[in-house]
C-alpha cells in the first residue's frame, strides 16, 4: 500500500505545475480572448465601425482643442520673448551722452541687447511711413527725439520683469521717457489661460461620455450573451474568465477609436494649412501650425485606452455578477 501512496505521490507532484508554467498559460488564454474579443467585432462590422466612429469623433475634439491651445501659446510665448522697452532721450543730450547711454545699458545683467535710432533717423523712418513727407519739410526743427531700444533676456521678458526692468532704466538721466506698451500682453496671457481652462473643462466632459458610450455599448454586449454567460457559470467558469473578453472588447474600441481621432485630427490640420500659411505669409510671418507630437500622440492612445478599459470595467461588474444561471 506504501509503494502504492508512494507512486500516487510521485505522480502528483510531477503533475504539479510551476509557477512559469502557470504564467505563460495565464498569458495565453488572455492572448487567446484578446484575439477573440476582435474577432467577435469584426463578425459585427457595421455595429463596431458606428461605435469607433462615434468615440473618435468623441476624442477629436479635445485633441483638436488641445493642438489649438499650444499654438496659441507658442504664438504667445513668441510675444513675450519680442518685448521691447523704448527709452526716449532728452532734446538737449548729446550723441557723446547718448552712447554713453547705450553703454551703461548693455551693461544691465537684465538687458539682451539694444539699438540705438538717433532722431535724424526716426524723422526719415516718419517720413517714409506717415505720407507726411513733403509737409514735414517745412518743419523748422526736428521734433522727434533719440530713441534706445532695449531687448530684455528671455527671463525679463515677462510682464511684471519688465515692468520692474522699465523703472530702473528711467532712472538714468538722459532718459526723459519710457514706453512699454505691455497691457495687450496682459490681456492676451489671461485670454490664453482662459481658453486652456476651458479646453480642460470641455475635455473632460467629453472624456466622460466617451466612458458612458463604451460602457453602454459593452452593456448591450453582455445582455446578448446573457445565456452564454449562464451556461459558463453552470460550468464554473470563473469571474475573470467570463468578464475578460468583455474587457478587451473596451481596449480595442478605445484603442481604434483613439487611432480615428488622430488621423481625423491630422486631416483637419493638413486642411487648415494651406489657409492658415496664406494668412500668416499676409503679415510677413513664416508660422507653422504645430500638429500632435509622437509623445502626445502616445498620451492620446493611453487615454483612449485607458477609457475604455473604464468604461467596460464599469458594464462588467455591474452586470455579469447579476446574471446568474436559472436552477430548475
Known amino acids: 500500500m506504501s509503494l502504492l501512496f508512494d507512486a500516487r505521490n510521485r505522480g502528483a507532484k510531477v503533475n504539479r505545475k510551476t509557477w512559469t508554467q502557470e504564467l505563460v498559460m495565464f498569458l495565453l488564454n488572455n492572448l487567446r480572448q484578446m484575439v477573440a474579443s476582435l474577432g467577435n467585432m469584426w463578425r459585427t462590422p457595421s455595429a463596431s465601425f458606428m461605435t469607433i466612429a462615434v468615440l473618435g469623433l468623441s476624442l ?18 513668441s510675444f513675450d520673448n519680442a518685448s521691447e522697452i523704448s527709452l526716449f532721450i532728452k532734446q538737449e543730450v548729446s550723441a557723446k551722452d547718448s552712447r554713453n547711454l547705450l553703454a551703461r545699458i548693455n551693461l544691465y545683467p537684465e538687458v539682451q541687447s539694444t539699438e540705438y535710432i538717433s532722431a535724424e533717423q526716426g524723422m526719415a523712418e516718419f517720413k517714409a511711413l ?56 496682459q490681456r492676451l496671457n489671461s485670454i490664453v489661460q482662459l481658453l486652456q481652462e476651458s479646453v480642460y473643462t470641455l475635455g473632460l466632459l467629453l472624456l466622460c461620455a466617451v466612458v458612458l458610450i463604451i460602457g453602454n455599448t459593452i452593456r448591450l454586449s453582455i445582455m446578448n450573451k446573457r445565456e452564454e454567460i449562464e451556461v459558463m457559470k453552470l460550468v464554473g467558469a ?37 489657409a492658415i500659411t496664406r494668412v500668416a505669409a499676409s503679415y510677413d510671418n513664416d508660422f507653422v501650425l504645430q500638429g500632435l507630437t509622437f509623445g502626445e500622440f502616445g498620451y492620446l ?18 452586470y455579469v455578477s447579476q446574471i446568474e444561471p436559472e436552477m430548475l
Not at 483638436?64 to 491651445?69: E, G, I, N, S
Not at 493611453?302 to 461588474?317: D, E, K, N, Q, W
Open 238 to 274: 470563473t469571474e475573470g474568465f467570463i468578464q475578460r473578453p468583455f474587457l478587451y472588447t473596451g481596449i480595442w474600441y478605445g484603442f481604434f477609436g483613439g487611432f480615428m481621432a488622430f488621423l481625423v485630427l491630422e486631416v483637419m490640420l493638413w486642411w487648415l494649412d494651406t
Open 130 to 185: 506717415s505720407g507726411f513727407g513733403k509737409a514735414l519739410n517745412y518743419l523748422d526743427s526736428n521734433p522727434l527725439p533719440a530713441v534706445v531700444l532695449v531687448r530684455p533676456t528671455a527671463s525679463h521678458s515677462a510682464p511684471e520683469a519688465a515692468q520692474v526692468l522699465l523703472e530702473k532704466l528711467q532712472q538714468e538721466r538722459e532718459v526723459a521717457l519710457g514706453k512699454l506698451d505691455i497691457e495687450w500682453l
Open 60 to 77: 477629436t475634439l479635445p485633441a483638436t482643442l488641445h493642438v489649438l491651445v499650444k499654438n496659441v501659446q507658442n504664438v504667445s510665448s
Open 301 to 318: 492612445m493611453l487615454t483612449a485606452i485607458g477609457l475604455g478599459f473604464c468604461g467596460s470595467m464599469i458594464s462588467v461588474r455591474r
